[in-house]
């Protein structure tokens, strides 16, 4: 059995946030896509941090419209999602809308464009 597992199973952690990052904000760390648990700075968290999980599907504030289940949704650096793509791919539509609005999306992980090693 292997002794250098350090987080089994775990899809919660503590990461550094934006300052005023609140619980249930979008939130993007280097390329870890995720959703915040708790305000920055609460719990057990470290000023500067928050409990971010990484797996899931969410109800977000999406702009722009959406045409189809599995439509991209970007990130920006603000940390406003939208159907435009601009900015960093967070997550997966799993609805429509026409505009803007409050859509379900599910969080995607990947590997930037630079280090996608294709056939």
Known sequence: ????????????????????????????????????????????????????????????????????IGDPIYISDAGVLSADATGDLWGAALGTQAGDGVLVVEIVQHAPAAVDAGP
């Open 1 to 68: 059995m292997s002794v250098n597992d350090v987080f089994k199973h775990s899809q919660n952690r503590s990461l550094p946030v934006e300052t005023g990052t609140k619980s249930g904000d979008p939130v993007r760390v280097g390329i870890i896509n995720g959703v915040a648990q708790v305000n920055e700075g609460d719990g057990q968290n470290a000023t500067g941090y928050a409990s971010i999980k990484s797996h899931g599907a969410w109800k977000v504030p999406v702009t722009g419209a959406v045409a189809a």
